[in-house]
């Protein structure tokens, strides 16, 4: 769908009527389904009016999207958009919260050590990894997908990224670093329902209340600060820094243009912001992969034969197709710092304009029948630029990315290849639910696994 452009250029976009309490109060609800009903109303480019944000235009359509994801060389600012929420816990020196000059220099430095000569070795140890985590699964019973594969995912950050091999430190780290995200949900709930100019009053006062999120995200921030802070420093003093592929070595190595390190307050930072962009959302993505496969017992025995080949060209389409009916990821705002005419509207700078992932994916136009499941759509070169962007895009494209893609092609068949999953009798469909600022499966990707035969090697 392609809204008509309006009469005089210089208009803002149309949008839902009411008053943005009334708005929020529809988008807190149900944010799919308040944004779908807007774009069926208003077409590829509307606005919206939320309590404590400023006005955010969607888009929906290829070209707008590019248009948007254009803007991170000129007007448009990603970092600003993620700052009321996420640098508390990544840290100011994040390519998350960051714009600009410092973006790039940090960007460039975290690039480095996701080289693809690199990527590739990492694999075998993820299996590994992935093989440990199953061995410990209930079978015959019903029970939620999802932790498990945060397990995995947080275990795959912990050996692989961080390259701790102290398994006293791991399990340390384990355990405080999901309370260190949950709470920082919690508190950007708050701020939502609040207002973020409300709660960035009342913030320091809720610190000093034990037992309130505020407090308990303080006090597991510093104890993940002690932790990563004593592993930095122990990891410097290691003989054999030089030599170790892992990426927290290979930071510690980074240097920018003018040759000097990071620091420890930054390494910590980018160490974080690995955390915050790898953790729960490549965990959500392998979930949402098994749930869709069981309601799909045609693409699930396919995929059962092409994994047994080690042919992964099906595989990264179950990966993709999953990606795009289920995106883990939104919306990727870009805050203005200056006016941007697009579509033949203007939009004032300091108002928000975001690329809808959810309308975008669904778009007819783009990918026939989009609400089924056809993992075949992605074996060929048919999809077109810019209708498909589970990882963003413009300069802000993830830079984990391609580790993201590798991980889930290294665990996913060892999941087929020891398990067979199935949906619980008579369960439906999983709903998306959203989860800090991902969209999840509401029941956590319930199944029931069996083992299965696995043939000698």
């Not at 990527?119 to 999802?146: C, H, K, M």
């Not at 708050?190 to 209340?209: D, K």
């Not at 203007?346 to 029948?369: D, K, M, T």
């Not at 956590?444 to 043939?455: D, F, H, L, T």
């Amino acid at each position: 769908m392609t809204s008509a452009p309006p009469r005089q250029t210089g208009q803002l976009p149309p949008g839902p009527k009411g008053s943005r309490f009334a708005q929020t109060g529809k988008f807190v609800r149900g944010p799919i389904e308040f944004l779908a009903k807007a774009h069926a109303e208003f077409g590829d480019i509307f606005k919206v009016t939320l309590v404590g944000m400023p006005p955010i235009v969607y888009v929906a359509d290829p070209d707008l999207v590019r248009q948007v994801f254009a803007t991170d060389r000129s007007v448009g600012n990603a970092g600003r958009t993620r700052q009321d929420f996420l640098q508390r816990m990544v840290g100011d020196n994040s390519i998350l919260v960051l714009d600009g000059d410092e973006w790039l220099r940090q960007r460039k430095m975290i690039g480095s050590a996701f080289h693809t000569r690199y990527l590739q070795s990492y694999q075998e140890q993820i299996r590994e990894i992935a093989n440990e985590s199953i061995d410990t699964w209930d079978t015959g019973v019903e029970f939620p997908l999802r932790p498990k594969m945060q397990i995995v995912a947080l275990d795959v950050l912990l050996r692989v990224v961080f390259g701790i091999k102290d398994l006293e430190r791991v399990a340390q780290l384990r355990e405080m670093l999901p309370r260190l995200t949950a709470s920082a949900s919690s508190m950007e709930t708050l701020a939502f329902v609040l207002s973020r100019s409300a709660w960035a009053g009342i913030e320091p006062i809720f610190r000093r209340i034990p037992g309130s999120a505020a407090a308990k995200f303080s006090k597991a921030r510093a104890d993940c600060d002690a932790v990563l802070y004593d592993e930095i420093r122990r990891r410097r003093a290691e003989p054999d820094n030089e030599q170790r592929k892992d990426i927290m070595s290979q930071l510690l190595r980074a240097t920018d243009d003018d040759g000097t390190p990071m620091t420890d307050l930054e390494l910590r930072d980018a160490l974080m912001t690995l955390l915050e962009a790898g953790y729960e959302t490549t965990a959500a993505a392998m979930a949402w992969v098994f749930e869709r496969l069981v309601r799909q017992p045609e693409v699930y025995r396919k995929l059962v034969d092409e994994c047994a080949t080690g042919d992964e060209a099906y595989l990264e389409a179950v990966i993709k197709e999953t990606m795009r009916t289920r995106p883990i990821v939104p919306v990727m705002p870009r805050a203005l710092s200056g006016d941007l005419e697009i579509a033949g509207y203007r939009i004032p700078s300091g108002w928000w304009v975001a690329p809808s992932v959810p309308l975008l994916h669904s778009r007819e136009e783009s990918f026939a029948s989009p609400d089924e499941f056809r993992p075949e759509r992605f074996l060929g070169d048919d999809v077109p630029k810019s209708a498909f962007v589970p990882f963003g895009g413009g300069r802000r494209h993830c830079l984990g990315a391609q580790f993201a893609m590798i991980e889930m092609k290294a665990v996913i068949p060892e999941v087929v290849r020891r398990m067979t999953l199935r949906a619980a009798p008579g369960s439906a469909p999983e709903q998306q639910k959203t989860s800090h600022v991902l969209l999840t499966p509401s029941r956590g990707a319930s199944v029931i696994a069996e083992p299965r035969e696995v043939p000698a090697t």
